[in-house]
């Protein structure tokens, strides 16, 4: 498990809150997507040594410190596999699932990325998320050696 820093079971805590005042819109203030990646990357590469690129480059989000190039997927729904865009396929990929209310975050897969794009069409436009019972399989079958060392 990865601990979550208090700011992020802060806004976690506000958004409950927000949800809660607004509940009679219908509206459900999702924070899957772009927060919750940016949240995931920050305690990926705190946790496993990882270099985030300072420039964005589709496919990869990073490097860890054996120079293989890294894809970091989050989501905080708990029956979501990682959601991929058609492009490159990065060296290696960690997936986890942040749970707010548990102030932690799981790290569903640690392995090579390719084996998990494997489950997606040939070809697609758009987001293809990939069914998470695959990617668990996927993880289980995986080595030491195929994983990235968790630093903290």
Not at 43 to 71: K, Y
Not at 121 to 127: D, L, N, V
Not at 136 to 146: G, I, R
Request: glycine share 10%; net charge positive; with cysteine.
């Amino acid at each position: 498990m990865i601990i979550l820093p208090p700011s992020v079971k802060a806004l976690f805590e506000a958004h409950s809150a927000m949800c809660g005042y607004f509940a009679h819109t219908g509206l459900t203030f999702t924070l899957d997507g772009k927060l919750i990646g940016d949240i995931g990357e920050a305690l990926v590469a705190e946790t496993f040594g990882i270099t985030l690129c300072r420039r964005r480059t589709p496919g990869v989000d990073g490097h860890a410190q054996d120079g293989r190039s890294v894809q970091i997927k989050a989501t905080g729904l708990k029956k979501s596999g990682p959601a991929f865009t058609p492009g490159d396929i990065a060296d290696h990929l960690i997936f986890v699932r942040i749970d707010f209310d548990l102030g932690n975050a799981k790290v569903l897969y640690n392995g090579p990325e390719a084996p998990v794009r494997r489950f997606l069409p040939a070809a697609w436009s758009g987001t293809r998320t990939a069914r998470l019972s695959q990617v668990l399989v996927a993880d289980a079958a995986l080595t030491d050696d195929q994983r990235l060392i968790r630093l903290r």
